[in-house]
T-cell receptor, first 113, second 107 residues
Framework: ETGVTQSPTHLIKTRGQQVTLRCSSQ?????VSWYQQALGQGPQFIFQ???????GRGNFPPRFSGLQFPNYSSELNVNALELDDSALYLC????????????FGPGTRLTVL | KNEVEQSPQNLTAQEGEFITINCSYS?????LHWLQQHPGGGIVSLFM???GKKKHGRLIATINIQEKHSSLHITASHPRDSAVYIC?????????FGTGTSLTVIP
């Protein structure tokens, strides 16, 4: 059984650029959630996907978008990057939409200059 | 105002001490999670609680649904317990996280 993996580990972009972050869920998990964690803060919920459909969204603008693929891997896309988008982006997979244990990936550290 | 408040924000303990981290929340929830985050970002889910108490090794988590309060206890603390401990609640399908408690255990 493989755990949750994310790529890339680190990324540096400039303001206005676009970025795609990737997450591979734990085997058998059909739900993936994405979180943004600014330095010194707790994670903030971005959105959740269940069986390729968005299943809830936090208070993030539309330039944050996502996809979940048939193999339950997922992407987070951020357009028109802003300096405040610099953060650790975490994905977590779980089995089902309910209050199940979530398994977190190691995160992608995004720096926007 | 945050939906989830943790205390203390920072905690330094001597090896072997008993540690308590508290979490209060203001929304109705279906579950509460305690997470551990090590330097570098990796997050591990320690417990998921909806009532009562759970124990895993030296870690004990309790929740009082009526008082909207949970505690995480670490018995016989060890330097490898040094990490940030985060409380997260699930009112629906969206998690609300506390800002974390940074624990340092000194040998």
């Amino acid at each position: 059984e493989t755990g949750v993996t994310q790529s890339p580990t680190h990324l540096i972009k400039t303001r206005g650029q676009q970025v795609t972050l990737r997450c591979s869920s734990q085997s058998g998990h059909n739900t993936v959630s994405w979180y943004q964690q600014a330095l010194g803060q707790g994670p903030q919920f971005i959105f959740q996907y269940y069986r390729e459909e968005e299943n809830g969204r936090g208070n993030f603008p539309p330039r944050f978008s996502g996809l979940q693929f048939p193999n339950y891997s997922s992407e987070l896309n951020v357009n028109a990057l802003e300096l405040d988008d610099s953060a650790l982006y975490l994905c977590a997979s779980s089995l089902g939409r309910g209050p199940d244990t979530q398994y977190f990936g190691p995160g992608t550290r995004l720096t926007v200059l | 105002k945050n939906e989830v408040e943790q205390s203390p924000q920072n905690l330094t303990a001597q090896e072997g001490e008993f540690i308590t981290i508290n979490c209060s929340y203001s929304v109705g929830i279906s579950a509460l999670h305690w997470l551990q985050q090590h330097p570098g970002g990796g997050i591990v889910s320690l417990f998921m609680l909806s009532s009562g108490k759970k124990k895993h090794g030296r870690l004990i988590a309790t929740i009082n649904i009526q008082e909207k309060h949970s505690s995480l206890h670490i018995t016989a603390s060890h330097p490898r317990d040094s990490a940030v401990y985060i409380c997260a609640v699930l009112p629906g399908n969206q998690f609300y996280f506390g800002t974390g408690t940074s624990l340092t255990v000194i040998p």
